[in-house]
């Protein structure tokens, strides 16, 4: 009968990564890929709190020398592991096991940051993009705006443990916002933006959460394999008068987060 690979205890673990895959054999191809035994053996190893959320892998030349094998086979092996969420590579540095989900409690007129948790992990923002512009025939529809009625776009990165886990583009009817991008550059928040304007309450008139697979320009960003499983989200907020006042489309890695409602 045949064994799996041995996944040490914890108290054989230390502080080299390779010693993860000490006792590793390989059974008869015939049986099974080899790309394939090295893949249940480190998703085993991640299973089994051997390789913790944010850990790093050894380099791939190191590992494919310690298992005899090419570095196409070990690629495939790890690719798949990046495609399913469980690993991410961080270009210039290596390949990480992903960081523990994040929940997001979606509630009504609240900051993002006070809808994530995220224990143990510092939460961040990038803004990639503010930027002035017409509407186009999708964002006037959603916003129940005339075609080429200016607009704002904001596209920003929220990071967990400086890990990317959503990017989002934002839209908002310009004429609601005249001192949006100061008043933004002061907070970095949209709540805060909303409320500077005049708009203390505002409710989600709608949120649709699809699946779906990372793009070429999302996986760079989310730093991701193309074809990661993801969710996207498709959003409406309207102000108490029943205005449009933003309409939201974000993606977020499968992995990284759960929905709570």
Not at 69 to 86: F, K, M, N, P, S
Not at 244 to 255: A, D, N, Q, V
């Amino acid at each position: 009968m045949n064994q799996g690979p041995k996944i040490p205890t914890r108290y054989e673990r230390g502080g080299d990564g390779l010693l993860a895959f000490d006792g590793l054999v390989f059974r008869p191809r015939r049986d099974t890929p080899i790309w394939q035994q090295i893949y249940d053996h480190i998703f085993g190893l991640i299973e089994n709190g051997f390789l913790s959320p944010g850990s790093q892998l050894p380099g791939e030349t190191h590992l494919a020398e310690k298992l005899a094998v090419t570095r196409i086979t070990l690629r495939r092996a790890l690719q798949q592991l990046q495609h399913e969420g469980h690993l991410t590579a961080r270009k210039g540095v290596g390949i990480f096991v992903r960081n523990l989900p994040s929940t997001f409690t979606v509630r009504e007129g609240r900051r993002f940051l006070d809808n994530l948790a995220a224990p143990g992990q510092e939460i961040g923002t990038q803004t990639l993009l503010i930027v002035r512009e017409p509407a186009g025939p999708a964002v006037a529809e959603r916003l129940r705006l005339a075609l080429d009625t200016a607009i704002i776009r904001l596209c920003r990165i929220r990071t967990a443990g400086q890990q990317p886990v959503y990017v989002n583009t934002k839209v908002f009817p310009a004429h609601l916002f005249p001192d949006f991008e100061q008043t933004y550059d002061v907070c970095q928040s949209v709540t805060d933006v909303f409320q500077a304007h005049g708009i203390d309450n505002y409710r989600r008139i709608e949120t649709r959460i699809s699946g779906g697979f990372a793009s070429p320009d999302e996986a760079e960003i989310l730093r991701l394999t193309p074809g990661t499983p993801v969710f996207r989200i498709n959003s409406v907020n309207e102000d108490g008068n029943g205005v449009p006042i933003e309409w939201t489309r974000g993606c977020w890695p499968l992995t990284s987060v759960e929905f709570v409602f």
